[in-house]
């Protein structure tokens, strides 16, 4: 008959394995049921293979500085509501016919994060990827291109690159209401964003506008912007494809702008905006629209407006006509006919603008804020077996003893 002491040293040896199988290596990765869990500072550089795809966040994800994250063609991420903040590099590169897929939380790319260098192939850039994840830069100069994108971009400081995207934000979700691109130095108290965003297809966007420039000189080129209509379809002097703040110098030239509640809109003060070769036309309320005391005169000559007649142009230009308190809009000469070159040219090279170099500062990066910790399937799966295989023996041990 088996001794009690042989049953009772049995269950302590399973029991010891099994709590180990559960709880070692749960920092910062895990193989879990078929998917990668993450979380945590990667200190190294890391691949994210397709093989361990879907990649899914268990907290807060940060790469330190001169760390590269390199997500291959094919992968997953599930941010979970959750942030990458990259201090370093991070390189996603999907394929036409592999796209990466970025779903939920924040992209966050900080001022010390590597911008694109197209002479090395090095640098921050999301490539052929499906993102469904809010991106966000501070003074960085990344590459956003050729991507299908459901979420805004805030876009502070630096020249990033925003090319040959499809983006589309349409929701009924007021929680999901945003601008598509919102161009600004707020943090900077200066004007040096020089973004470029050229050859998108871009529509929607529920607040104020689909794109919002609040300072700097971006340039916005051969694009179709559409359909802002504002949440719930309002049809507000607010309500635009392109929204101008003062002391912008934007611009904006060979874009389709069409079928908005509005197709420009300049905000009090004084901007600079240079508009040109664009087909400005089919909007609402108004082509161009001088808001609330916009004082400059704007240039707007040599575009096109839908049509010839000097009268029906000018219904659909709000300026210093309609109100003495504004500038004037001079628009001719104009174009006679709509400009075939104000679309995306999908045929283009890739555009290339000078990266900024990331500080020198060598600090470590800091731990990024944890929100609280989903509970991980491991740990879960692991105490139920333990607890079973507890519950059995203690069953059979008792039966033994019993039979004494």
Not at 46 to 65: C, E, H, M, Q, R
Not at 68 to 83: A, H, Q
Not at 131 to 150: A, E, K, M
Not at 153 to 175: M, R
């Amino acid at each position: 008959m088996v001794s009690l002491l042989k049953i009772i040293t049995c269950l302590t040896l399973i029991m010891v394995i099994l709590l180990s199988l559960v709880f070692v290596g749960n920092v910062h990765s895990d193989t879990v049921q078929g998917y990668e869990a993450v979380n945590g500072i990667i200190t190294s550089d890391t691949t994210w293979t397709k093989a361990n795809s879907p990649y899914n966040l268990t907290g807060n994800v940060a790469i330190d500085k001169r760390v590269t994250l390199t997500i291959e063609p094919g992968v997953t991420v599930n941010l979970n509501s959750y942030f990458i903040r990259v201090n370093g590099t991070l390189t996603a590169r999907g394929t036409s016919t592999d796209n990466i897929c970025l779903n939920d939380g924040y992209l966050e790319f900080t001022a010390s994060s590597a911008g694109w260098n197209p002479q090395t192939g090095t640098g921050c850039i999301i490539e052929n990827a499906v993102i469904n994840s809010i991106i966000r830069t501070t003074q960085v100069s990344l590459l956003i291109n050729n991507n299908t994108i459901t979420k805004s971009l805030s876009l502070a400081g630096g020249s990033p690159i925003v090319s040959k995207n499809t983006i589309a934000i349409f929701s009924d979700d007021p929680q999901s209401r945003a601008r598509a691109i919102s161009i600004s130095d707020t943090l900077y108290l200066s004007s040096k964003n020089t973004a470029l965003i050229i050859d998108n297809m871009i529509s929607g966007g529920f607040e104020q506008a689909t794109i919002v420039i609040g300072s700097g000189s971006p340039i916005i080129q051969r694009n179709i912007i559409s359909n802002n209509y504002g949440y719930g379809g309002n049809l507000g002097y607010g309500q635009a494809g392109i929204f101008i703040y003062p002391n912008a110098s934007p611009i904006i030239k060979q874009n389709t702008i069409t079928k908005n509640a509005n197709g420009i809109v300049l905000l009090e003060g004084n901007s600079n905006p240079t508009i040109v070769y664009n087909n400005i036309e089919d909007n609402t309320n108004y082509n161009l629209y001088l808001n609330l005391g916009a004082q400059s005169n704007i240039d707007a000559t040599n575009n096109w407006w839908g049509t010839t007649d000097i009268i029906e142009i000018d219904k659909k230009i709000w300026d210093y006509h309609d109100d003495f308190n504004l500038g004037k809009v001079n628009y001719t000469p104009f174009l006679n006919t709509p400009n075939p070159q104000a679309v995306p040219d999908q045929n283009t090279p890739t555009p290339t603008l000078t990266p900024t170099p990331p500080p020198t500062d060598s600090s470590s990066t800091p731990a990024p804020s944890q929100e609280p910790r989903q509970p991980e399937p491991t740990i879960i799966v692991g105490v139920a077996i333990v607890a079973v295989v507890f519950g059995a023996g203690l069953g059979l041990l008792i039966y033994l003893a019993k039979r004494k």
